[in-house]
């Protein structure tokens, strides 16, 4: 895992040498810092929760191009930034962000484009209180980071409708043959890298859209399908091949692949196994895995049916298990399913859930009911195997445990029984299992998770590559992106020696 | 897009589909099936594969018209394309030689027993073919099956092929008969369950092809979730083959129902839509 904390000299090397040019030096010098600190943060616009949370429309409308140019101000141009290093594939913020100060979105786009492929999809679905605003100077001075996802979302918004990220100066096809497995996030990068070195990249997709979680498991409300439109037909631009509802594993295995003459591989197929708590009464009719409920109603559109052919449970009184981001976009969908009351049951307490704040804030606005410190130990279903109630527990919290949160543990005789027609279990995914079981000689970790050198994102296997939640075992779409960086890089050092020897 | 070879009616609501595979033809095996999606708005259904032909890259199924989907699929002709067609997925059935094997099959499942029979055939097992049908003329694929059996029945409730009773009691007579070493169901979760029910007092291992809901086939979802054994197994990637002696068939039943209002519901829609 690359090192959080640090960015590698050559790459200060080439943020100092942006921080010192003349345009930045005449940004610094048009507003003191003390008049950039003045002022908050410049808000989200967002649709009103009583209206968003009966459709599947984005939540967040963007800032417009003033307030963008506002929030840029705030950011003070440090000469020694932190986000950068809190940025999972470094993009160089402040060179961004200024040239947005500056006006010039297009070229800010092009600079967050340099080290993220995906920049719409980062910009909405990025952890960034965790990440690089964490990190940010702004912060620690005044308590408010500034708005770099926003920012990230506003440029990348702009590049779309302004036609979309220009492909220019491609070098010439070097002819060599890379595989990539499952187009999400992962995928898709390594795919966007490889090919603007001049490989011939083709992703093998198992699904019939491509997009991984983000097709399947973020939904429109936060991440609008049109948004990652734009960014696949970018890498169709690039010469990137997509071959849909082919499962590798199945459909060709990773050797035959070999045999048809491709040279690397990176397998980024994703955390697609769902877990389950094993309590009883989990099989009944209307209990859903989160990966069940959100493809059906995002890959499958059952939001639209019959216009679509895939029906979902509606639910009148939902029940969703857990409390990371897909807990949350699960108990989301099931208000806008028109859930007359949508619950989050949670073993452990507000600050201890995964999920992205700002996620957690929207819910809240949009009427979702928490319920901390509760588990479920049985659901009870009715004459047809339907669920009708769900037997809970309470929790308290105790001694800290592995991940340095404080374990729940259960109190005695604090039973209770709620009615829900609706379940989803949101508690977690195991990585998919099919590519290691079909590929001898790859090596597996104790949970099913591909073994790599973080250093190359390099498997047991010669010229096989992985990354992502296949090799992390369930993490976010940035930190998939940036294992994607490390092994494409790898990826093509190995081609390039490849073909001078 | 995989392009459509043949698609033919076998007898009343009963379709085969030919599609143009190569890389599934190349690679399946028996017990395996396909994910097949009509058309842009349809349903991911799984179907099993009946037959393949490695040379000519097809890989063959045959369903029964019922809900929308099917119904899509039985309206497809030579040339058409299907947006998705993806395999092969689950896991091949176990085929060894065991001695004596009873293969059985009913509605859809009289040609996807087909493979396994001849699969058994193939591995020098004597094979008995038993195909259960509502009436006389909704038999197909006699010919196909008949080449392969060493004794072939037909258990038909008009009484033309010689009785009007139902399957579980030609099982029961074969096993009183002769000694069968393994029982192999394919067709409706009625058809498998009684099957399973019948043979549970010999013992015989009887292995079933479920058949339940599924979305994406890879093991992702988890919609396709059975109890065997006491067990959660997912049909996809830990089947579809199970003992049928250990299969939480109730449960089974209930989830195959999981959305009948809405299938209703779906099929007028698009009946409304495609015949005003």
Not at chain 1, 326 to 333: G, K, N, Q, W
Not at chain 2, 206 to 214: A, Q, W, Y
Request: contains cysteine; proline residues 6%; neutral net charge.
């Amino acid at each position: 895992m690359s090192d959080q904390d640090t960015i590698s000299p050559s790459l200060a090397a080439q943020v100092l040498a942006e921080f010192e040019k003349d345009w930045r030096k005449e940004l610094r010098r048009s507003m003191p810092v003390k008049e950039r600190m003045k002022g908050g943060r410049r808000p989200m616009p967002q649709r009103a929760p009583g209206e968003r949370n009966k459709d599947f429309a984005e939540v967040n409308l963007g800032l417009g191009a003033e307030e963008a140019v506002a929030e840029a101000r705030r950011c003070l141009d440090c000469a020694k930034p932190g986000c950068i290093a809190g940025c999972p594939v470094r993009i160089d913020i402040p060179s961004f962000v200024k040239l947005v100060e500056k006006g010039e979105f297009a070229a800010a786009a092009a600079k967050v484009r340099e080290a993220n492929s995906l920049p719409a999809v980062c910009g909405r679905v990025c952890p960034q209180e965790s990440q690089c605003e964490e990190k940010c100077a702004l912060r620690k001075a005044t308590g408010v980071a500034v708005g770099i996802g926003n920012l990230e979302r506003f440029v990348s918004d702009y590049e779309r409708r302004e036609g979309g990220a220009v492909v220019s100066d491609l070098p010439p096809s070097t002819g060599r043959k890379v595989a990539v497995v499952g187009a999400g996030p992962s995928g898709m990068t390594v795919a966007g890298e490889l090919a603007r070195a001049g490989h011939r990249v083709t992703i093998f997709e198992a699904l019939h859209d491509a997009g991984g979680v983000l097709v399947y498991g973020i939904p429109e409300f936060r991440l609008p399908k049109s948004i990652l439109v734009a960014e696949i037909s970018y890498l169709r631009r690039l010469g990137v091949e997509f071959r849909m509802n082919f499962i590798v594993g199945k459909t060709a295995t990773i050797d035959d692949l070999r045999a048809d003459g491709y040279e690397v591989f990176f397998i980024g197929s994703g955390a697609g196994l769902p877990n389950f708590m094993k309590v009883p009464g989990e099989n009944l009719v209307g209990v859903y895995s989160a990966n069940e409920y959100l493809t059906r109603v995002n890959l499958m559109r059952a939001y639209d049916f019959p216009r679509y052919d895939t029906p979902v449970f509606p639910g009148r009184r939902a029940a969703v298990i857990g409390g990371g981001n897909v807990a949350i976009d699960s108990v989301r969908t099931a208000k806008r399913l028109g859930a007359e009351r949508a619950l989050i049951i949670y073993r452990r307490s507000r600050v201890e859930m995964p999920a992205r704040v700002e996620e957690v804030h929207h819910a809240e606005e949009e009427g979702i009911e928490f319920h901390f410190l509760t588990v479920p130990t049985r659901y009870i279903g009715d004459e047809h195997g339907r669920v009708k109630a769900m037997e809970c527990l309470r929790m308290e919290l105790g001694e800290p445990d592995a991940s340095g949160r404080r374990r729940p543990v259960p109190v005695p005789g604090s039973e209770f029984t709620a009615e829900v027609d609706l379940v989803v279990v949101a508690i977690g995914q195991s990585p998919n299992p099919l590519i290691p079981q079909t590929t001898p000689g790859l090596k597996v970790g104790k949970w099913g998770t591909i073994d790599v050198d973080w250093e190359t994102m390099a498997t047991s296997l010669p010229g096989v590559y992985a990354g992502g939640d296949i090799a992390r075992g369930g993490a976010t779409v940035i930190l998939a992106m940036g294992d994607a960086r490390t092994a494409a890089a790898a990826m093509d050092r190995r081609l390039k020696q490849g073909s001078a020897g | 897009m995989p392009r459509v070879v043949r698609r033919e009616r076998l007898v009343p609501n009963i379709h085969l589909l030919e599609v143009e595979a190569p890389e599934i033809a190349r690679k399946c095996l028996p017990g395996q099936f396909v994910i097949v999606m009509p058309d842009a708005h349809g349903e991911r259904i799984p179907l099993t594969i009946a037959d393949w032909d490695r040379e000519r890259g097809t890989v063959t199924s045959v369903f029964m018209a019922v809900g929308t989907t099917t119904r899509k699929l039985a309206l497809l002709k030579a040339g058409d394309t299907v947006p998705i067609f993806a395999g092969p997925l689950g896991r091949p059935s176990e085929i060894g030689s065991v001695g004596t094997v009873l293969c059985a099959g009913g509605c859809f499942g009289i040609a996807a027993i087909h493979p396994l029979a001849r699969a058994f055939k193939a591995a020098g097992n004597r094979v008995v073919i038993l195909v259960d049908v509502k009436a006389d003329y909704l038999l197909y694929w006699r010919d196909k099956l008949e080449a392969i059996a060493d004794e072939f029945v037909v258990s038909s409730r008009d009484g033309l092929y010689g009785g009007t009773d139902f399957v579980p009691r030609h099982v029961r007579d074969i096993l009183a008969r002769e000694k069968v070493d393994r029982i192999v169901a394919v067709g409706c979760t009625y058809l498998m369950s009684s099957i399973a029910e019948a043979t549970r007092p010999s013992g015989v291992r009887t292995m079933v092809c479920l058949n339940p809901i599924m979305v994406d086939g890879t093991g992702m979802c988890g919609a396709c979730r059975v109890t065997v054994d006491g067990q959660t197994k997912f049909a996809c990637v830990d089947g579809p083959d199970f003992d049928g002696h250990l299969v939480d068939w109730a449960e089974l039943y209930a989830r195959r129902k999981s959305y009948f209002d809405d299938e209703v519901r779906s099929l007028c829609a698009w009946e409304e839509e495609r015949f005003p």
